[in-house]
């Protein structure tokens, strides 16, 4: 009886600090911070995401109701203070208006610096100024940040991890940004989904 005590006494012991040595262990892994993904590409075939860096801006309400009236969902990479300062009450509202009809919230950075320029808490500070208000606004914290350029760092990607942020970016450009005419932006769209890619992941603003 005694030594039957005893034994499971020293089983549960040893487990004890088996598993206190596989805590520290894991401890230390997690504090190497892998650095964080980077997507580029829709994982699932026949897929097309569309994704609006920049905003909040003017036509956010407009390019929402046209993507609703299309049976289709946004991506909204948003900055802080970059066209218009996302806690203006008019772009608050806007923030609201396409969180309430289901598009999805993402960071584009608090003010569209370039990220390889900065330090580490740089990176933490302009990072997390535009979760934080997005956070306040909707009361959902964003998963996936885009940095802006699409530049990044093994630093970038290292913050990037330990906030828990996906970096995301794209496989076409509509050029919209880099002065590309409607017609231009149409007729790359067309020869895009002529060529019948299994998906697309495009950048719009
Ligand atoms: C997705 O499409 C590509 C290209 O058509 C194909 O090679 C791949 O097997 C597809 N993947 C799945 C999961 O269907």
């Given at each position: 009886m005694f030594t039957q005590k005893f034994l499971v006494a020293l089983l549960l012991a040893a487990s004890l600090v088996s598993a206190s040595v596989l805590r520290f262990g894991l401890d230390k892994r997690i504090k190497k911070r892998a650095p964080g993904d980077v997507i580029t590409k829709c994982t699932v075939n026949n897929t097309v995401a569309l994704t609006f860096d920049?905003?909040?801006?003017?036509?956010l309400n407009e390019i929402v109701d046209t993507l609703n009236a299309a049976n289709a969902k946004g991506t909204f990479f948003f900055n802080g203070d970059n066209f218009g300062c996302i806690y203006d009450e008019a772009m608050t509202a806007r923030v609201k208006y396409a969180y309430d009809h289901g598009h999805q919230m993402a960071s584009h950075t608090w003010r569209h610096l370039h990220l390889n320029s900065l330090n580490e808490h740089q990176l933490h500070v302009e990072m997390w100024a535009v979760e934080e208000a997005i956070y306040r606004i909707t009361g959902v914290y964003v998963a996936f940040t885009r940095p802006p350029f699409g530049e990044y760092n093994a630093l970038v990607q290292q913050v990037a991890a330990a906030r828990g942020q996906t970096l995301a970016n794209w496989d076409f450009d509509s050029r919209d940004a880099a002065g590309a005419s409607m017609a231009q932006t149409l007729g790359a769209y067309t020869s895009l989904i002529g060529s019948r890619p299994p998906t697309i992941l495009t950048l719009n603003h």
């Open positions: 920049d905003g909040p801006y003017i036509w």
